[in-house]
């Protein structure tokens, strides 16, 4: 069908007279929208003077559209028929009168000059190369890999041809481009590489996958060639290379010996110290070491990280591996837009799903649904790990929403991904074991919680996570005290306290305070839950509620039920506002046991969605068209437009207008 419609296209242009044929030439290969560029190169291709009106043929056949000064061919078929049966010299003719016609937009000058010639030089492809850096900084992350692809095409020294190409690579890697990037680098492989470039294909080695299938030794390679690059002054180089060494390092601990080489390393890169790559370099290789010199440094940034969305983003990993949740939800949300418009899907699959795990660490579960695109968007750019990482997110939603009986199927993919790699992730199995041990919590299957959750505490097992070992205390501590393990509980109470340190970490201390009170013994512990209470959890609704379920199950067992009552019912209250609805339950039960009886948990119409139906419900009520919410979510406007269809029902409503009231009612009414 394509092809007969193409070819219908390009019947209809072949019968117009030469100076209509000019226009529609220029405009096939035009990158703007300017009627009058359109002419003035048209004019230079036709060689004789034209106006407007020698266009009006195009538009009346439908080839051609026009508003204002501003025109637009009139479907994607018409410029694909029309470059289709363009004679190559014609197409070249084309681009050198744009060219011409541009001159006061060097940029796209440039790329249409580079257009003009069938040979190789030097000299256009190092103009282009530089458009490609201004394109870049601009945020064209597209328009600038295909202009270093061009470049590379055009370079006649194989050398400088590998380095545009390598460019080419980690802007295609930035835009979810696994295809290409795979394409670049096999060849790249063959090609003859300066000492610089050859480092560059190493980083790119694994890239998709976060590094986290690196060996020790590739490791140590890439912290070898970042010295080699200090030494040769190249700051860029080495600061990218040693982040790729510190990133591998968090997905599986070689050991403290190389972890800290990676810190060693790159304190000797000539670098401010708040610079947002060697704090993310600190936190992902010494969490426990770096912490509070690190959070001390985040401070100094402000959230937008001065409008870098880049930065904000190695700002938000380093506040995220250190434990600092709110500043990491903070810095993560400023880039995602402008990731989102940019089109640089891999970032923003990776800032999305590490945004998703600190709000489930600040119990913010319904902020964190957007692990659900981070998965769907990671799954499309060949991220296995961090699709991994956000199918642990949204199945520990789950969980904590309306728990399961069996094993998940997005975990089991999960930590297949993860025991696939030559080391197993480690990061991931530790997530995988969390969101298995709170979905056994809140079914009060206290002996398999503890099972699930000891698994992160203990050296030798695959899953353990020195990090995530400290945030996930409180549910192990939670575990043992259900099941008589209160000694073994705080031996590791105590193991935990001395790697946190002085930490000030949101994490720590919430997990901390949480586990002193569970754990204490019967004369300390009620100024200890006052603490859990009052103290980092205070702000925080899942966290308060958690130390207020505790706190009324203590009270019941020291037979003070009618004083346990006031900090279940506020525990219950809690846990229903999250969409908490297994821990709501479980707090009632405390309470029936009191004597208390009467409660009917509400419905959320919220409920009834996927989060995927919730993101397109919320966008919709906010006014946006389902092109605006399908541009901002990578999907078509056609899909959209279902899911709306499938919504409506669900939320018992039959039009746009409805949605906002009927996502804020509590019982769908």
Same mark, same amino acid.
């Given at each position: 069908?394509t ?13 117009l007279?030469p100076a209509v044929?000019?226009?529609?030439t ?17 004019q ?9 009106a ?13 508003v204002g ?8 078929l ?9 004679p ?5 003719r084309?681009h ?42 601009r ?7 295909? $202009?270093?692809?061009r ?25 979810g481009?696994f295809?290409?990037?795979? /394409?670049?680098k ?7 590489l ?14 998709f ?5 690196g060996?020790?030794?590739e490791? =140590? ?6 010295r080699?690059?200090?030494?040769? /002054?190249d700051?860029?180089?080495a ?11 968090w ?22 110290g ?7 370099i600190?936190a ?9 010199l ?9 959230a937008?990280?001065?409008g870098?969305?880049?930065l ?23 880039p995602?837009?402008?990731?989102r418009?940019?089109?640089r ?11 998703a $795990?600190a ?19 990671a ?6 790990l961090?699709a ?5 997110a ?7 929403g ?6 998940h ?6 930590q ?15 997530g995988v ?14 002996? /398999?919680?503890?099972?699930e ?14 990090? /995530? ?33 002085t ?5 720590s201390?919430?997990?901390l305070?949480y586990s002193?009170a ?25 966290? =308060? ?8 199950s ?27 609805r ?5 707090a009632?039960q ?5 004597g ?31 092109r605006?919410i ?12 279902t ?22 009612s509590?019982?769908?009414?």
């Open positions: 069908m092809t007969r419609l193409e070819r219908a296209f390009a019947a209809r242009a072949e019968h007279d044929r000019a226009i529609l220029v405009a096939a290969v035009d990158d703007g929208d300017d009627v009058g560029d359109v002419l003035a190169a048209a230079i291709l036709h060689g004789a003077p034209l106006d407007r020698a266009a009006q043929p195009a538009f009346e056949h439908g080839l051609l559209t026009v000064e501003r025109y637009h061919i009139a479907h994607p018409v410029g694909s028929a029309l470059r289709q049966a363009m190559p010299a014609t197409r070249q084309a050198e009168a744009l060219a011409r016609v541009l001159a006061a937009h060097p940029d796209r000058a440039v790329w249409h000059r580079a257009s003009s010639v069938s040979g190789r030089d030097e000299r256009i492809a190092a103009e282009l190369e530089q458009a490609a850096g201004n394109a870049q900084r945020g064209a992350i597209a328009s600038a890999a295909a $202009w270093l692809e470049a590379a095409a055009l370079s006649p020294d194989p050398r400088s041809q590998a380095a545009r190409l390598l460019s080419a690579a980690e802007l295609g890697y930035q835009l481009r295809g290409q990037v795979e /394409q670049i096999a060849q790249v492989t063959g090609m003859t300066r000492p610089r470039d050859r480092s560059r294909l190493a980083w790119l080695e694994g890239v996958h976060d590094g986290s299938t060996e020790p030794a490791v =140590r390679h890439l912290v070898d060639m970042a080699q690059a200090t030494e040769g /002054q700051v860029e180089l600061m990218q290379l040693l982040v790729g060494a510190a990133r591998r390092v997905w599986r601990d070689p050991g403290a010996p190389l972890r800290h080489e990676i810190v060693l390393a790159a304190r000797q890169v000539d670098v401010p708040d610079d947002p790559r060697l704090l993310a600190y992902l290789s010494e969490s426990h070491e770096q912490g509070p690190v959070i001390e440094r985040l401070a100094r940034w402000p937008d990280a001065g870098r969305p880049d904000a983003g190695l700002l938000g990993i380093a506040a995220f591996c250190t434990g600092d949740f709110r500043r990491a939800v903070a810095f993560l949300s400023t995602v837009q402008e990731l418009a940019q089109g899907m891999s970032l923003l699959a990776e800032a999305l799903a590490i945004r $795990w709000e489930i660490y600040l119990g913010t579960f319904d902020a964190a649904r957007s692990a659900d695109e981070a998965m769907r968007l799954d499309e750019t060949g991220q296995s961090w991994a990482t956000a199918r642990i949204v199945a520990l939603i789950d969980g904590v309306t728990g399961w009986d069996t094993r199927d997005l975990l089991s993919e999960a297949h991904v993860a025991l696939r790699t030559p080391n197993a992730a480690s990061s991931l199995l530790a074991q969390l969101a298995r041990g709170i979905a056994e919590l809140g079914a009060n299957r206290h002996e /398999q919680a503890y099972s959750l000891r698994r992160v505490f203990q050296p030798a097992d695959p899953a353990f996570q020195r990090m /995530q070992q400290v945030w996930a205390l409180g549910y192990l501590a939670d575990a043992a005290v259900h099941t008589g393990r209160h000694a073994e509980a705080r031996s590791t109470l105590a193991a935990m306290e001395r790697i946190a340190g930490s000030p970490a949101t994490g201390i919430i997990a305070e002193r569970v754990l204490a013994d019967a004369a300390s512990a009620e100024e200890l839950f006052r603490t859990a209470m009052d103290g980092a959890s205070s702000g925080l609704p899942w966290h =308060r509620a958690r130390a207020e379920l505790a706190y009324g203590w009270l019941r067992r020291q037979r003070r039920a009618v004083e346990s009552r006031e900090s279940l019912r506020a525990a219950r209250a809690a846990f229903e506002a999250v969409g908490a297994t821990w709501a339950q479980r009632d405390e309470l029936r046991a009191t208390e009886r009467g409660w009917r948990p509400t419905s959320s119409p919220r409920e009834r969605l996927s989060p995927q139906e919730t993101q397109i419900a919320e966008l919709a009520a906010q006014g946006l068209s389902n605006e399908g541009q901002r979510l990578f999907l078509s406007h056609r899909t959209v437009s899911h709306l269809y499938r919504i409506f029902p669900k939320l018992g409503i039959v039009s746009r207008n409805q949605l906002a009231d009927a996502l804020q509590r019982d769908g009414a």
